[in-house]
């Protein structure tokens, strides 16, 4: 089977409000500070013209490269950092989506009795996921005694509980130290007894889901969106410059 992951209408309209209020803001912040840079420079530079008499034209060319430049390289820096925090929300908002899905059919399985040690391929499960899901770079599940289960990457899928001893809890320790929060996700795996047919209000904790968000993809996207705000402000800069040549 296959899933299908929407976000409303207002989600998306409410991102773009907000992405194009923050950017009319920053054009404006950028606009200002470039103006009054500008005329502090040109005050400096006219009281001493007045002074030798003549008019700094090249002096002048000099200060307007440099304000245009530099208000461009704060917009385009700024930007990439919003493109970042922006393009982060959204992932996590997607991989949290797909493990509450995937907590959601584990903690079913608890309603049938099985326990979360015996959960049969569930290892293929969680590579299926992970090959569908390229921001995805672990998903690990861990028993209530931090024991790591079931893990898959971008390289495998392992049930983790048939290696041999020690292993799997030393591959646990290098996925901690490799994550960083800001790119985990976790949630817990919660067990409702089943009594008579009833649910009971006694719910146990049996483990939880940790999925982490691949650092190597989000820098790519940075990095080409760096690359062409790059290329923009040379571009800019190499037409300013031919232009007061002229």
Not at 3 to 30: D, N, P, W, Y
Not at 43 to 66: D, E
Not at 170 to 196: D, H
């Given at each position: ?9 207002g989600q ?31 005050s400096l ?8 008499g ?5 002096k002048v060319s000099?200060i ?19 493109f970042?925090?922006?393009y ?8 949290r989506?797909m493990t509450t899905?995937l907590?959601e ?9 099985i ?15 992970i090959s ?12 209530q005694?931090n ?11 392992v ?5 041999p001893g ?8 290098e996925?901690?130290?490799?994550t ?11 067990n409702?007894?089943?009594?008579e047919?009833f649910?009971?209000a006694?719910v146990?904790?049996e ?9 190597e993809?989000i820098?790519e996207?940075?990095?080409e969106?760096?690359l ?10 190499l037409?300013?410059?031919?232009l007061?040549?002229?």
């Amino acid at each position: 089977g296959s899933g299908i992951i929407t976000f409303s209408e207002g989600q998306i309209k409410s991102l773009l409000v907000s992405v194009q209020k923050k950017s009319i803001r920053l054009i404006l912040a950028v606009l200002a500070a470039s103006t009054l840079l500008l005329l502090l420079l040109f005050s400096l530079f006219s009281i001493q013209a007045l002074g030798q008499g003549t008019f700094p034209k090249r002096k002048v060319s000099i200060i307007m490269l440099f304000v245009i430049g530099t208000a461009q390289l704060v917009f385009s820096a700024s930007n990439t950092n919003d493109f970042r925090l922006y393009y982060l929300d959204i992932n996590r908002a997607k991989i949290r989506t797909m493990t509450t899905l995937l907590k959601e059919d584990i903690e079913f399985y608890f309603t049938k009795g099985i326990r979360i040690n015996k959960l049969i391929k569930m290892e293929v499960a969680l590579g299926e996921i992970i090959s569908s899901l390229p921001e995805l770079d672990h998903i690990v599940i861990i028993d209530q005694q931090n024991k790591p289960l079931y893990m898959a990457n971008k390289e495998c899928a392992v049930n983790l509980q048939i290696l041999p001893g020690g292993e799997a809890e030393q591959l646990l320790k290098e996925l901690v130290a490799e994550t960083n929060p800001e790119y985990s996700i976790r949630l817990e795996l919660m067990n409702q007894n089943n009594v008579e047919g009833f649910i009971s209000a006694n719910v146990q904790k049996e483990g939880y889901i940790s999925t982490n968000l691949s650092q190597e993809v989000i820098r790519e996207k940075l990095l080409e969106i760096g690359l062409d705000s790059a290329t923009i402000l040379l571009i800019s800069m190499l037409f300013f410059g031919e232009l007061l040549i002229l």
